[in-house]
Nanobody
């Protein structure tokens, strides 16, 4: 059983930056692949980024490449999503997730945070 607690969401102007954090319960964080997903109103949850457990290899959806950076600090059981150059279309609820493998698919992740809302004003 893993609990994920997200923070860092809020209101930001277009072009601004925001850093999301997700703190995992303390057991075996370093073995999990961690991901970030977004969900806009009325839409399905969509993949944003993932990072591997030990080597820290990262993968991103095309729409955020060059703007968002996923990272992790295993000593702090924390994964981050640094979001720069934010656009109104980035507005959504962002969820962190933990799973057993590299994946961009919701069903491959076993544990989910409660979500944190990001609002981007123009």
């Amino acid at each position: 059983q893993v609990q994920l607690v997200e923070s860092g969401g809020g209101l930001v102007q277009a072009g601004g930056s925001l850093r999301l954090s997700c703190v995992a319960s303390g057991r075996d964080f370093s073995v999990y692949f961690m991901g970030w997903f977004l969900q806009a109103p009325g839409q399905e949850r969509e993949f944003v980024a993932t990072i591997t457990p030990t080597t820290g290899r990262t993968y991103y959806t095309d729409s955020v490449k060059g703007r968002f950076t996923i990272s992790r600090d295993n000593a702090k059981n924390t994964v981050y999503l640094q979001m720069n150059s934010l656009k109104p279309e980035d507005a959504a609820v962002y969820y962190c997730a933990a799973g057993p493998k590299v994946s961009s698919t919701v069903d491959d992740y076993h544990y989910w945070g409660q979500g944190t809302r990001v609002t981007v004003s123009s």
